[in-house]
């Protein structure tokens, strides 16, 4: 049979949303109303005839609702299939009335986790029954609708199915049980058990939108964000304005975030990234004033770039950045004057995350490779003490510019040569093959940049030179010696490193090693 009436329903939700209107529709299509706790007393108190679940069983809730649904009677009516004579005659025999329609919605577990809620509070907040519900309607889709979601409400108003809504019901139904058990899964591994790498790590992750294209117009793609408790990020911001993001949208977005979160407690900072990869970073007083020192910085990969801010975006800032073509702006917020001056570019997306991510934060990164997946936690070390290593100790203002510059050097594509000075990036060097021409290309660029700005000289003189690992040779140090760096921070660790520290001490280089490296791939 492809459209089956419902005659029973059983109803049993947490989120009651829509529950009510659903109720009245099935009962006035004569639909058998059974439910049980917060649910039936919620559609009692709108004025609907419902039987309580001990009613249908014999059987009282009991064990502070942990038994209630868990009965032959609720599922012998769910899983019997209505055209094999034998399960009907073992209907017939013990009295089992068949269930056409469940609509459950489970425990708010990760809710309960978010909230802070102690470990036993959290273990009852894992759902039994309502998943086995579901997993028994499910299965026996041919005969009986299961409804997860309340935006499927819709499907069910004139009291019947089609066995193409079924299925496409037992489908959201299976993937919704497979995430709520995921969590828990994580829950119990992470948090409970403090595992790292557990030996089954279950994803939980939702469509989020079909994407136009992958990172090619030939490559099809999708946006899925994590579920979990703990999720805070671009798949969380909330979108002002602006075409649909794209994939390298979004890529890009996510870079930019990661970074300016670094900057969290800093004074205002403007972050400017171009195919994953910052092109300009400032530190300044104001917000606009650290947007234009960052655009200075590389003014050519500046145009259609991604931007994220420390700061709610202000009138100045939106001023400045609507001076160029930009792809995506990310902030924790804007104020309506900003929101004024944006609106009148209609393209330009604007993406608002509340608080920013904590850079800190534990977590799993994860990257698919052919026939499996590399999983690794965060890159969110800090390194400790810097050990001085040269004859000349960093001043002050070196330092600075020393801890300044390895922290954009952590978000650079490998080999990465960051230099700055005084709280802006001078010169960016990504993904070269070896450090020396990334050394070269973030030096060529800064003198690309006074070039073009008319300064006086690179910003390169003076400033701090980062790299992201050891200088396996001299070379690259002197080709930072050569562009005017004055001091330099690395993690040393190469059997060249006195050799190094040799070319830095004949050139008068202060020198730091951190004992820590940030490749990025």
Not at 123 to 133: F, L
Not at 407 to 412: E, F, G, R, S
């Amino acid at each position: 049979m492809t459209t089956i009436p419902i005659r029973r329903a059983l109803l049993s939700v947490s989120d009651k949303t829509g529950i009510v209107d659903l109720g009245r529709a099935l009962a006035a299509n004569g639909v058998d109303l059974v439910s049980t706790g917060g649910t039936a007393k919620a559609l009692r108190n709108a004025g609907l005839d419902v039987r309580d679940i001990s009613d249908l069983t014999g059987f009282p809730e009991m064990m502070d609702g942990r038994v209630k649904t868990l009965h032959p009677i609720v599922h012998g009516g769910l899983l019997a299939v209505r055209d094999n004579a034998e399960h009907v005659a073992a209907m017939q025999e013990h009295d089992i009335g068949a269930i056409d329609l469940v609509v459950v919605n489970l425990y708010p577990f990760a809710a309960t986790v978010a909230k802070g809620a102690e470990r036993p509070e959290i273990i009852e907040n894992i759902d039994i029954g309502g998943p086995s519900m579901i997993r028994s309607a499910a299965k026996n889709h041919a005969f009986v609708a299961i409804v997860t979601d309340p935006a499927d409400y819709a499907l069910l108003t004139d009291a019947s199915t089609t066995l193409e809504d079924r299925r496409k019901l037992a489908a959201k139904a299976y993937a919704a049980t497979a995430a709520y058990d995921g969590m828990i899964a994580q829950w119990f591994a992470f948090s409970d058990q403090g595992e790292s790498f557990p030996d089954i790590l279950p994803l939980t992750l939702k469509h989020g939108q079909a994407l136009r294209y992958g990172e090619n117009p030939h490559q099809s793609a999708a946006f899925y964000t994590a579920t979990g408790p703990a999720a805070r990020g671009i798949g969380q911001a909330r979108q002002v304005q602006g075409k649909e993001l794209s994939y390298n949208n979004l890529n890009d977005a996510d870079a930019a975030l990661d970074l300016v979160s670094e900057f969290a407690g800093a004074d205002p900072s403007v972050v400017i990234v171009k195919h994953a990869n910052p092109c300009g970073v400032a530190t300044a007083a104001t917000l606009s004033v650290a947007y234009e020192a960052a655009f200075a910085c590389d003014t050519v990969s500046a145009f259609g770039g991604i931007i994220a801010l420390n700061r709610p975006l202000d009138a100045a800032t939106a001023r400045a950045i609507t001076g160029i073509f930009t792809e995506v702006v990310i902030a924790p917020d804007a104020d309506e004057e900003a929101l004024a001056i944006f609106a009148a570019k209609k393209n330009l997306r604007l993406l608002l995350t509340g608080d920013l991510p904590d850079a800190a934060r534990p977590g799993l990164l994860a990257k698919s490779i052919t026939g499996g997946w590399l999983l690794q936690t965060r890159d969110n070390g800090t390194p400790g003490e810097l050990k001085v290593v040269t004859k000349r100790s960093p001043t002050v203002q070196e330092l600075a510019d020393c801890r300044f510059a390895w922290t954009v050097a952590k978000h650079v594509k490998s080999n990465a040569i960051v230099y700055a000075k005084g709280g802006i990036t001078a010169g960016i060097g990504a993904g070269q093959m070896n450090r020396l021409e990334s050394a070269r290309i973030a030096a060529w660029k800064a003198k690309d940049a006074a070039d073009k700005a008319g300064w006086g000289e690179a910003r390169t003189i003076g400033s701090a030179v980062a790299s992201d690992a050891f200088f396996p040779f001299a070379d690259g140090l002197l080709a930072a010696v050569e562009a005017g760096a004055t001091a330099v921070i690395q993690p040393g660790g190469s059997i060249r490193d006195e050799e190094v520290i040799a070319a830095a001490d004949a050139a008068g280089l202060a020198m730091v090693f951190t004992g820590m490296r940030h490749f990025r791939h």
